[in-house]
Antibody, heavy 122, light 108 residues
Framework: EVQLLESGGGLVQPGGSLRLSCAAS????????MSWVRQAPGKGLEWVSG????????YYADSVKGRFTISRDNSKNTLYLQLNSLRAEDTALYYC???????????????WGQGTLVTVSS | DIQMTQSPSTLSASVGDRVTITCRAS??????LAWYQQKPGKAPKLLIY???TLETGVPSRFSGSGSGTEFTLTISSLQPDDFATYYC??????????FGQGTKVEIK
């Protein structure tokens, strides 16, 4: 059974940093791209970032480019998202999602975690 | 980036009704379109990908159609478990993922 467990969310001041983690199990982690998608309270879904199965290709939404960094450790079956220079508008539930291909290209999110909440406020 | 527009934003329907949700892309995406269902407090669930391919385990009352810029999600006979918010998502090769704004299916 595929399981994705996010952690690392919390309350942070504007300009601060957080690192989110997503522990994966139930599939061969390195064979699949992974992605982060966020959802602001009461709002819709917004794709944030994606990474290929090898970690060699990374992708970012314009809204986070230069501030967020996605990475993965295939030996630990774990996906990460480093969030820097946080803004109030980054407040959201951050979901980790497994992509159904080794590459982000033409892949969709077929499994999702339950999310970790990031709140940016002074 | 490619913009996705869903209609309606809210839909009131009764159990047993046939329900159709429309999703339009700002430019052609071929059939690189997925549909997700999200219930309150839960993560999204993949229903359909490649515009019309049903994900394993999804009931056959769900179907998807369309290509290019116009797509539909149809629920042939609405069940109590289907009251939720539905999102379309494009995953065209040359563009980051983008989602529609969502369609909430409510009990009439």
């Amino acid at each position: 059974e595929v399981q994705l467990l996010e952690s690392g969310g919390g309350l942070v001041q504007p300009g601060g940093s957080l690192r989110l983690s997503c522990a994966a199990s139930g599939f061969t982690f390195s064979n699949y791209a992974m992605s982060w998608v966020r959802q602001a309270p009461g709002k819709g879904l917004e794709w944030v970032s994606g990474i290929s199965g090898s970690g060699g290709n990374t992708y970012y939404a314009d809204s986070v480019k230069g501030r967020f960094t996605i990475s993965r450790d295939n030996s630990k079956n774990t996906l990460y998202l480093q969030l820097n220079s946080l803004r109030a508008e980054d407040t959201a539930l951050y979901y980790c999602a497994k992509v159904n291909r080794i590459t982000m290209v033409q892949g969709v999110a077929d499994y999702w975690g339950q999310g970790t909440l990031v709140t940016v406020s002074s | 980036d490619i913009q996705m527009t869903q209609s309606p934003s809210t839909l009131s329907a009764s159990v047993g009704d046939r329900v159709t949700i429309t999703c339009r892309a700002s430019q052609s995406i071929g059939t690189w379109l997925a549909w997700y269902q999200q219930k309150p407090g839960k993560a999204p669930k993949l229903l359909i990908y490649k515009a019309s391919t049903l994900e394993t385990g999804v009931p056959s009352r769900f179907s998807g159609s369309g290509s290019g810029t116009e797509f539909t999600l149809t629920i042939s006979s609405l069940q109590p478990d289907d009251f939720a918010t539905y999102y379309c998502q494009q995953y065209n090769s040359y563009s980051p993922w983008t989602f529609g704004q969502g369609t909430k299916v409510e009990i009439k």
